[in-house]
T-cell receptor
Framework: EDKVVQSPLSLVVHEGDTVTLNCSYE??????LLWYKQEKKAPTFLFML????IEKKSGRLSSILDKKELFSILNITATQTGDSAIYLC??????????FGSGTQLTVLP | EADIYQTPRYLVIGTGKKITLECSQT?????MYWYQQDPGMELHLIHY???????EKGDLSSESTVSRIRTEHFPLTLESARPSHTSQYLC???????????????FGEGSRLTVL
């Protein structure tokens, strides 16, 4: 059974701090790993990492995938209050559906 | 920008009522999904469809049913709602990889159901 575990469950930082969110996974026939940001409404897509693209960067956010150790990290530098959200990690395996982790609740204080 | 819509956004009903949560997408995506999410918990896949007349149950057992008569429409129905069905229900869709997509899901804004 595919499994995704995220840590920490919650994190409180101050603006300007750098945070690292962790995602470990167990999956049969790995296809991709995705990161989503969920504020009050629906999750919005951040990154997808595959065997051919193990590092992605967009502005202050970056993510890497370690297929050997079966984990991914999401890094946010110079955090802002608008970064406060739940960050979800999901993987896609042989079942072809996404298995989501429980998320990391990030709170950025001014 | 994704075009996937859910109605109602919020619903409070009494036990035993029949409800249908609507989900429509205008992107022509073949794949559609229903996820259930309780506060602070992960998303659980309850139903999915790979095209018209195709529906499958997901990882989490659910008493709901779905139908896929048209590509753009994927409604979820509870015949007799109970308090245990109180949750947020998220609909999503995705195009097949061949259409230049990354395989990502596009989510609707969710339907928050409360059963009294």
């Amino acid at each position: 059974e595919d499994k995704v575990v995220q840590s920490p469950l919650s994190l409180v930082v101050h603006e300007g701090d750098t945070v690292t969110l962790n995602c470990s996974y167990e999956v049969t026939n790995f296809r991709s790993l995705l990161w989503y940001k969920q504020e009050k409404k629906a999750p919005t897509f951040l990154f997808m990492l595959t065997s051919s693209g193990i590092e992605k960067k967009s502005g202050r956010l970056s993510s890497i995938l370690d297929k050997k150790e079966l984990f991914s990290i999401l890094n946010i530098t110079a955090t802002q209050t608008g970064d406060s959200a739940i960050y979800l990690c999901a993987n896609s395996g042989s079942a072809r559906q996404l298995t989501f982790g429980s998320g990391t609740q990030l709170t950025v204080l001014p | 920008e994704a075009d996937i819509y859910q109605t109602p956004r919020y619903l409070v009903i009494g036990t035993g009522k029949k409800i249908t949560l609507e989900c429509s997408q205008t992107m022509g995506h073949d794949k559609m999904y229903w996820y259930q999410q309780d506060p602070g918990m992960e998303l659980h896949l309850i139903h999915y469809s790979y095209g018209v007349n195709s529906t499958e149950k997901g990882d989490l057992s659910s008493e709901s049913t779905v139908s896929r008569i048209r590509t753009e429409h994927f409604p979820l129905t509870l015949e007799s709602a109970r308090p245990s069905h109180t949750s947020q229900y998220l609909c999503a869709s995705s195009p097949p990889p061949g259409q230049g997509s990354t395989g990502e899901l596009f989510f609707g804004e969710g339907s928050r159901l409360t059963v009294l």
